[in-house]
């Protein structure tokens, strides 16, 4: 990946599964120009993956606060990760 680009993966607590929180945050990476995953956690909670442009990423993990309507969020967790090579399109995995 290339210096102005950066990969995170994130973890979202609180009200996040039931809520279409995977979709939202397709649609919303997507309209960012980024890639990635996301998928429901046996814990309730939400992770995903997001890789672009740095700040895709920041204006992200902002928007991961505010989810989609229905969803309360309880904490953004967020750890840099380093891939071999970015992924293309954004998936919902699981």
Request: glycine letters at 10%; hydrophobic letters at 35%; proline letters at 6%.
């Amino acid at each position: 990946m290339s210096d102005d680009c950066e990969a995170t993966l994130v973890r979202i607590t609180g009200r996040v599964q039931g809520v279409s929180f995977r979709v939202w945050t397709r649609d919303e990476a997507l309209r960012l120009g980024l890639a990635g995953w996301v998928r429901n956690e046996p814990d309730g909670s939400v992770r995903a993956l997001i890789a672009g442009p740095n700040t895709a990423v920041s204006t992200m993990i902002e928007r991961f606060w505010q989810g989609p309507p229905g969803a309360s969020v309880s904490s953004v967790e967020k750890q840099p990760t380093t891939l071999a090579e970015r992924p293309t399109g954004f998936r919902i995995t699981g």
